[in-house]
């Protein structure tokens, strides 16, 4: 399978924490984009960082991109229970076919 | 903003019947849309690329037959689910791509096979 992994698979913080989860991935890509998705809801995009690229800051958010180990991290700062979802990268390499992580499900508990 | 509808957001059919999901894209024209499955708990797999006026290119060990696609205009894209059981019970998005290689997603579909 294609598929990338991340991890953890499950998180769980208290309000006010900084959350970390990572995804692995195994050719290389244009680039790598982050998701949130609320339980039984559809995807709502994050960031985009691009091969060449090697951090991004959105907001409370931080996506770094380290192509030599293809692994990407996405931070969350100062967490709020409204964040509280499942967290997917996905990445395109050659076509513009989207390969989805195996996600993270976060919890922040307030 | 680009924005992807899909209809119904909840379906509940009976096992042997057909169920048909639509996929729109309001504000924008999109050539290709990509239908995904999603079971509980679990990441979104690739099922098919629908492609405006041709054929759907399926993934590999994706049903060709069972999982009818259709897109008919530059702004529609429909799954049909046919023959439905209970182990077709999903979560089926589908998404809209964009003029720079961007997806744009629906909402997602709730399927229950009984």
């Known amino acids: 399978s294609q598929q990338g992994e991340e991890d953890p698979q499950a998180l769980s913080i208290q309000e006010g924490e900084n959350a970390t989860m990572n995804c692995s991935y195994k050719?290389?890509?244009?680039?790598l984009q982050w998701y949130r998705q609320n339980s039984g809801r559809g995807l709502v995009h994050l960031i985009l960082?691009?091969?060449?690229?090697r951090e991004k800051h959105s907001g409370r958010l931080r996506v770094t991109l380290d192509t030599s180990k293809k692994s990407s991290s996405l931070l969350i700062t100062a967490s709020r229970a409204a964040d509280t979802a499942s967290y997917f990268c996905?990445?395109?390499?050659?076509?513009?076919?989207?390969?989805f992580g195996t996600g993270t499900r976060l919890k922040v508990l307030a | 903003g680009a924005v992807v509808s899909q209809h119904p957001s909840r379906v509940i059919c009976k096992s042997g019947t057909s169920v048909k999901i639509e996929c729109r894209s309001l504000?924008?024209?999109?050539?290709?849309m990509f239908w995904y499955r999603q079971f509980p708990k679990k990441s979104l797999m690739l099922m098919a690329t629908?492609?405006?006026?041709?054929?759907?290119?399926?993934e590999q060990g994706v049903e060709k037959d069972k999982f009818l696609i259709n897109h008919a205009s530059l702004t529609l894209s429909t799954l049909t689910v046919t023959s439905a059981h209970p182990e077709d019970s999903s979560f089926y998005i589908c998404?809209?791509?964009?003029?720079?290689?961007?997806?744009?997603f629906g909402p997602g579909t709730r399927l229950t096979v009984t």
């Open positions: 998404s809209a791509r964009g003029s720079w290689d961007e997806q744009y």
């Open positions: 504000d924008f024209q999109a050539t290709t």
């Open positions: 629908s492609n405006e006026g041709s054929k759907a290119t399926y």
């Open positions: 050719t290389s890509i244009n680039n």
């Open positions: 996905a990445t395109t390499s050659g076509t513009y076919k989207y390969i």
């Open positions: 960082i691009r091969s060449n690229e």
